[in-house]
């Protein structure tokens, strides 16, 4: 009887010898990181979700302050005269009788905007929002009505403004006489101021002097209804993002605010001096209407409008968003370079080791969010960092007690961290410098696996 507990069974030292084998391979190796790297695209996904997430929160959160303060996005146009009529016509023996409202614009605008910006809190955002004086002088030429054929049912002065419910009149002045009973309706321009004026005030050229107080948050957009407009904008919010495109511009940014002015004519004005009030709405009004005049509905942005945005165009999920891309290659990195440093250095990581480094650099992102949020992006990105960089670099020493190596991994990591930073930070060269980058740690990674044969060969 021969005793087999000596000999192991042939197949299974086949089997283990394969085994052995695979995990040794060099080849094997790097399709277990890509796997690796392809699962970690599901955090990475679930990450990016989350910060979308959360971007809707800071969306959700600016329009219930803005609703609670009493104001939202402010657009204003105007002021101008609104003349109410119904035109009939006879066609044979049947007799038509249409509205036919018309407005009048002024010869010349003077609009002169200054606001002074707060910050009002919902849970852990902070929304800014704006008190905002309003001075402004417009000139109308003399106006008669001789037309038989229209008959007036109402003359008054409008300025349209979206949001009235935090708006405050100090003083409206026709020819240095205050008009008095001011009062409100809803048009397609949202809100509007209306004060009503009779066909004797129109029959030779006025001046009309306006001041207001309102409230508003995010942004404030002029239409510039003038032949002629001076639009003036300041404030104490130190980096606007400008809203129009037309030129004509004088500006002053500093740290303790800006200060802009435009000058337009009324042939980028986008419409006649005197306009209908349905083609006026088919202007600047938001969608198709069937009785554009009477709808409540808001007046949408157009190219000739003019004004600022208080949101800086790169928000922190902005940032985080963009950072998430470039990490996706960020994490490819990483791990084919500690795979290189491992085949060069002859020190072996175990493939959960690999998982676990590449979870620590998906973590950044998650961290970066969870931090940003209450210091913001600069401080944020620099303690993840630190903290990630801090950790991985102390697993690897865990794992390897190599000096050399663990080195090595801190200043790539510390390397890769800065580099990412300093992408985020570009605007206009940021594709380009990305990838400069990555053409770079391509070059590392050619030169790193140009041997790679001859190591096969050994192990």
Not at 128 to 147: E, H, K
Not at 153 to 177: A, F, K, Y
Not at 186 to 193: A, K, P, R, S, V
Not at 252 to 260: L, P
Request: charged letters at 15%; glycine letters at 8%; hydrophobic letters at 45%.
């Amino acid at each position: 009887m021969t005793d087999t507990s000596d000999h192991p069974n042939s197949d299974d030292s086949w089997l283990r010898r394969n085994i052995n084998h695979f995990g040794a391979s060099i080849t094997f190796r790097f399709v277990l990181v890509i796997a690796i790297v392809l699962a970690l695209m599901i955090p990475l996904f679930l990450v990016s979700n989350l910060v979308q997430e959360r971007s809707q929160y800071l969306e959700n959160a600016t329009q219930e302050i803005g609703i609670g303060w009493g104001g939202r996005e402010q657009r204003i146009i105007g002021p101008f005269v609104l003349v109410r009529a119904e035109q009939e016509t006879t066609t044979g023996t049947s007799r038509v009788v249409r509205n036919d409202d018309r407005a009048y614009m002024p010869t010349q605008l003077n609009l002169d905007h200054a606001t002074s910006h707060t910050m009002k809190s919902r849970g852990i955002y902070k929304v800014p929002v704006f008190q905002a004086t309003l001075n402004s002088s417009a000139s109308f030429p003399a106006m008669t009505f001789d037309d038989s054929s229209r008959r007036i049912e109402r003359i008054s002065l409008v300025l349209g403004i979206t949001d009235g419910r935090g708006l405050r009149v100090d003083s409206i002045l026709w020819n240095g006489i205050e008009l008095t009973n001011p009062y409100s309706d809803q048009t397609f321009l949202g809100n509007t101021l209306q004060v009503d004026l009779t066909e004797e005030m129109l029959l030779e050229a006025s001046e009309v002097e306006l001041q207001l107080n309102f409230r508003g948050s995010r942004s404030f957009v002029v239409l510039p209804v003038g032949d002629t407009s001076q639009i003036t904008m300041r404030s104490d919010w130190p980096h606007p993002k400008f809203i129009g495109t037309l030129p004509d511009v004088t500006e002053e940014i500093t740290t303790e605010g800006f200060s802009q002015s435009w000058t337009v004519n009324k042939l980028a004005r986008g419409f006649d001096s005197e306009v209908s009030m349905e083609d006026l709405a088919g202007r600047i009004g938001s969608g198709a209407l069937f009785n554009p005049y009477y709808q409540n509905t808001t007046w949408s942005r157009s190219g000739f409008e003019l004004g600022y945005d208080v949101m800086n165009l790169n928000t922190d999920y902005r940032d985080i968003r963009r950072a998430i891309i470039y990490g996706i290659f960020f994490v490819v990195l990483t791990l084919v370079s500690i795979l290189c440093l491992e085949l060069v250095s002859r020190v072996e990581f175990h493939i959960v080791q690999y998982g676990v480094v590449g979870i620590g650099l998906v973590l950044f992102f998650l961290t970066l969010l969870a931090i940003t949020e209450h210091i913001g992006f600069v401080g944020g990105y620099i303690l993840a960092a630190l903290i990630l960089t801090a950790m991985n670099t102390t697993y690897v020493w865990f794992i390897t007690r190599t000096r050399n190596i663990t080195a090595t991994i801190g200043i790539f990591l510390v390397m890769l961290y800065s580099a990412l930073y300093f992408i985020l930070q570009l605007d206009n060269y940021a594709l380009l410098a990305g990838v400069a980058l990555l053409l770079v740690l391509l070059g590392g990674l050619m030169f790193a696996t140009k041997n790679l044969q001859r190591l096969e060969q050994v192990a």
